[in-house]
Every structure is written in structure tokens, then in C-alpha cells.
């Protein structure tokens, strides 16, 4: 089933401190390939089908507004759906392109998927989540992107739950604490991937 031997999923839930870990993860040493920043770019490439599929509003000077068209998909499910399946096939095309040239050095790398486990998309094994309890998820979020407490349910909803994904995981990055904490979880981790992988 893993066509990639040496990838690592990354994933978590929104506000859980993901892209803290991959940096960190970084700073180790490890390469991440990041499904986030592949995705955005994949979205400016398919500004005109994006201007087609929901109206020239959502896009501004050849770009995507991201958050118009965020604001539309987390409200109307058969939106969200409808930019999916535009989105999806084109951005897992594109990191598995990525995965296969890291593949090639023989050592574990992370790539860094938010949807791992609601999109399906992607033969990984194993699994690292990032972990937060949903009321501090709810917290980060209402500060970091300035959303209304129901804007701020509406993009948790969207996800499966978070105590879900930590069930489904085969590592857990404990993200509840402070950077201190989250330092100590990651070298924890990092200890264990080497182990697994027999890396120096």
C-alpha cells in the first residue's frame, strides 16, 4: 500500500500548531514537503476556474481571494465540495511529484497534509497529529485569523475532531502547552523516528 516508504504524515487539526511543529521538525533536520504552500499555488494556477465555478468576485488582480472564497465554502458544504474536487486531484499530483524526489535520499521526511484523514488521498503510514483539545483549537483560532466565535465553529465542524484524529494517529505531538513544551514533544518524537528508521 506505501508507494513511499520514507514519508511521514504530518497532519493535525486548524489551530493546533502544525506549522510550529514543521518548522521545528525542520530546525531537526528533516525536509517537509507542505501541502498548504502547494495548495496555494495550485489555487493561483486555477484562478479562472475559480472565477467560473463561483463568480469573478473571488478573484482579484489574477489571484484568488482567499478569504472571500474561504468565507463562501466553510458556509455552503456543496461550495466547499465543488473547490475540492477541483483542488484535490491537482495538489496530491503535485506532492507526490515532490515525494518521489525525496524519496530518493532514503531517509524520512514529513509532508505536512491538514485533511490527511478526512481527504483520503494519500498511502502514508505512519501518521503523526498534532494534538490541541478542541476549546484551545477554538481559542488560537479566534485569535490568529480574527473570526467570530461561529466563523470559528464553522471551520472545526468542516474537519473530523479532533480527538478523532489523535485515536487514528500513530504518533501524538502533545501541542496544549507552551513552545517549551512543544520543543520537548518534538525532540521526543524526533527520537523515535530515528529509532524507527535506524537514522543516526
Same mark, same amino acid.
Given at each position: @500500500?506505501?508507494?513511499?516508504?520514507?514519508?511521514? $504524515?504530518? /497532519?493535525?487539526?486548524?489551530? /493546533?500548531?502544525?506549522?510550529t511543529?514543521?518548522?521545528?521538525?525542520?530546525l531537526?533536520?528533516?525536509h517537509?514537503i507542505?501541502?498548504d504552500e502547494?495548495a496555494h499555488?495550485?489555487?493561483d494556477d486555477?484562478?479562472g $476556474? *475559480?472565477?467560473?465555478?463561483?463568480?469573478e468576485? +473571488?478573484?482579484?488582480g489574477g489571484?484568488?481571494?482567499r478569504?472571500?472564497?474561504g468565507?463562501? *465554502?466553510?458556509?455552503?458544504e456543496?461550495?466547499?465540495?465543488?473547490?475540492?474536487?477541483? &483542488?484535490?486531484?491537482?495538489?496530491?499530483?503535485r506532492?507526490?511529484?515532490?515525494a518521489r524526489k525525496?524519496?530518493?535520499?532514503n531517509?524520512? +521526511?514529513?509532508?505536512?497534509?491538514?485533511l490527511?484523514?478526512e481527504t483520503?488521498n494519500y498511502?502514508?503510514?505512519?501518521v503523526?497529529?498534532?494534538y490541541a483539545?478542541?476549546?484551545? %483549537?477554538?481559542?488560537? &483560532?479566534?485569535?490568529?485569523d480574527?473570526l /467570530?466565535?461561529?466563523? $470559528?465553529?464553522?471551520? =472545526?465542524d468542516? %474537519?473530523i475532531?479532533?480527538? %478523532?484524529?489523535?485515536r @487514528? $494517529?500513530?504518533?501524538?505531538?502533545?501541542?496544549?502547552?507552551? =513552545?517549551?513544551h512543544?520543543?520537548?514533544?518534538?525532540? &521526543?518524537f524526533?527520537d523515535q523516528?530515528?529509532?524507527?528508521?535506524? *537514522?543516526?
Open positions: @500500500m506505501v508507494e513511499l516508504p520514507y514519508a511521514i $504524515a504530518l /497532519t493535525g487539526g486548524i489551530a /493546533t500548531g502544525k506549522s511543529a514543521a518548522n521545528l521538525l525542520k531537526h533536520g528533516f517537509v507542505d501541502a502547494v499555488r495550485v489555487l486555477q484562478a $476556474a *475559480v472565477a467560473e465555478l463561483f463568480g468576485e +473571488y478573484v482579484k489571484k484568488v481571494d478569504k472571500a472564497l468565507a463562501l *465554502v466553510f458556509s455552503d456543496s461550495k466547499r465540495r465543488e473547490l475540492e474536487s477541483l &483542488l484535490h486531484p491537482l495538489i496530491r499530483e506532492i507526490l511529484e515532490l525525496e524519496e530518493r535520499f531517509v524520512p +521526511y514529513f509532508i505536512d497534509i491538514p490527511f484523514f483520503k498511502p502514508l503510514s505512519p503523526a497529529v498534532v483539545p478542541r476549546s484551545l %483549537q477554538l481559542e488560537r &483560532l479566534i485569535k490568529r480574527g /467570530t466565535q461561529e466563523e $470559528a465553529m464553522q471551520r =472545526l468542516a %474537519q475532531d479532533i480527538e %478523532q484524529k489523535r @487514528m $494517529a500513530d504518533y501524538v505531538i502533545d501541542n496544549s502547552g507552551d =513552545l517549551k512543544l520543543q520537548k514533544q518534538i525532540e &521526543l524526533v523516528i530515528k529509532e524507527r528508521y535506524a *537514522v543516526g
